[in-house]
């Protein structure tokens, strides 16, 4: 594909092999007027993740694993039909599955470590919780007479 906006990169040196993409186009529904009905302006591009080479071990069993149900046969497929112009929706569909790739590939993020409450802070919260019912006792029916 000449003139395409460059390769698409998932993360770091590592894009998207122009050889291992699959396009289809089809007609689209929605604005375009007469020319919908003759132009093929949809777009879906599929990317065999299973059997790619372009991918890291580390990553492609990463991205297999959280796009375990968006696959079908280790094919993950996007679409796109937003614009009017096939061109357009070409980049589209592209930008798309660099960004679901490079999101499937992020590394996990690190687990948190609980932390404890200063004892300052939970002494401070029971004083103050304790001045407070202490005003709202001083207020009951009782006093009133």
Same mark, same amino acid.
């Given at each position: 594909?000449?003139?395409?906006?460059?390769? #698409?990169?998932?993360?770091? +040196?590592? +894009?998207?092999?122009?050889?291992?993409?699959?396009?289809?186009?089809?007609?689209? +529904?929605?604005?375009?007027?007469? #020319?919908?009905?003759?132009?093929?302006?949809?777009?879906?591009?599929?990317?065999?993740?299973?059997?790619?080479?372009?991918?890291?071990?580390?990553?492609?069993?990463?991205?297999?694993?959280?796009?375990?149900?968006?696959?079908?046969? =280790?094919?993950?497929?996007?679409?796109? +039909?937003? #614009?009017?112009s096939q061109w357009r929706n070409r980049e589209a569909a592209a930008v798309r599955l660099a960004a679901l790739l490079a999101e499937a590939?992020?590394?996990?993020?690190?687990?948190?470590?609980?932390?404890?409450?200063?004892?300052?802070?939970?002494?401070?919260?029971?004083?103050?919780?304790?001045?407070?019912?202490?005003?709202?006792? =001083?207020?009951?029916?009782?006093?009133w007479n």
């Open positions: 594909m000449e003139g395409m906006s460059g390769p #698409h990169v998932i993360r770091g +040196s590592v +894009s998207l092999p122009e050889a291992e993409l699959i396009w289809r186009f089809s007609r689209s +529904s929605g604005p375009g007027g007469q #020319h919908v009905n003759t132009s093929d302006s949809k777009v879906e591009l599929s990317f065999d993740l299973a059997r790619t080479e372009a991918l890291p071990e580390v990553w492609k069993k990463r991205a297999l694993e959280r796009l375990a149900g968006r696959l079908v046969d =280790g094919v993950v497929t996007v679409r796109s +039909s937003e #614009h009017r590939t992020a590394p996990p993020p690190k687990p948190r470590k609980p932390t404890r409450i200063p004892r300052g802070i939970n002494e401070r919260r029971l004083r103050e919780k304790k001045q407070r019912s202490e005003t709202k006792r =001083g207020r009951s029916a009782q006093n």
